[in-house]
């Protein structure tokens, strides 16, 4: 069953068109990157997934209803999460944080108290749950903002390089973490990245995009073992960079 579909979508703001894509099904449960390099689309479709972004045509499917992308239900949004490449956190404290979206939702108390402490624990955050934001390293504020999005249950996660800026050990742990709480509650994710490393690890599915368009799709080893003539460029270099930073 697929849980969101796209079908004849564009996106075109100006003269310029930045995304064209006839086709695509996200299954419950499926780990999905998107990788291509920059200017390629990938923001934009993880925008127009998440609901954040209206395309200027096409049709957007979620749990096989079609949904109306002009006033899209907050029921739907209300599925989704979306994790930014910077952490933007409010000036408070990380458990006030992570209590945001569960406080804007109308949840009581005691249940808000109990997701954020289940959430500070599955992110191993717990001994900064008093600490001010502001007080945070970069791979700390990035364990809050996704704990803060998983704090309310989505059934889709969406990633928009969640690792960028991190220290590598930072960003290993908090990788490794985050494949252990998506295996565990079985959350779609999809996630855009730059890093092999990343996608390798946390993705079953790979989309190369180029020019706004689905250049090559297919399982994750097989689109990086065998890239196709479009994404050979990209993945090549991509491979390169990965040898060279790990010598």
């Known amino acids: 069953m697929s849980l969101i579909q796209l079908k004849d979508v564009t996106f075109q703001p100006g003269q310029t068109r930045i995304l064209s894509i006839p086709h695509l099904a996200i299954a419950t ?13 990938k923001s934009t479709l993880l925008k127009i997934l998440a609901s954040l972004e209206q395309p200027s045509t096409g049709a957007y499917w979620y749990n096989d209803k079609q949904i109306p992308l002009k006033n899209f239900p907050i029921q739907i949004r209300r599925k989704m999460a979306f994790v930014m490449q910077r952490s933007f956190l409010f000036n408070t404290t990380v458990f006030d944080n992570i209590a945001s979206g ?9 249940m808000i108290t109990r997701k954020v402490n289940d959430w500070l624990s599955a992110l191993q955050i717990e001994h900064l749950a008093a600490r001010r934001c502001y007080k945070l390293s970069g791979g700390e504020a990035q364990r809050v903002n996704i704990a803060r999005a998983l704090a309310t249950e ?21 990788a490794i973490e985050l494949k252990r709480v998506i295996e565990e509650k079985q959350i779609t994710i999809v996630i855009v990245s730059h ?19 689905i250049a090559q799709e297919g399982r994750t080893r097989d689109v990086l073992r065998e890239p196709n003539e479009l994404a050979r460029p990209f993945i090549n270099k991509l491979k390169m960079f990965t040898l060279a930073t790990e010598s």
């Open 154 to 174: 989505p059934e889709i996660l969406f990633l928009d390089e969640p690792f960028s800026g991190i220290d590598v050990p930072s960003k290993v742990d908090l």
């Open 102 to 110: 569960l406080k804007i939702r109308g949840e009581n108390k005691e």
């Open 29 to 41: 449960g499926e780990t999905i990157g998107i990788i291509g390099p920059n200017g390629a689309g």
């Open 195 to 213: 890093d092999l490393a990343e996608v390798q690890f946390l993705t079953e599915r790979l989309l190369y995009l180029e020019a706004g368009c």
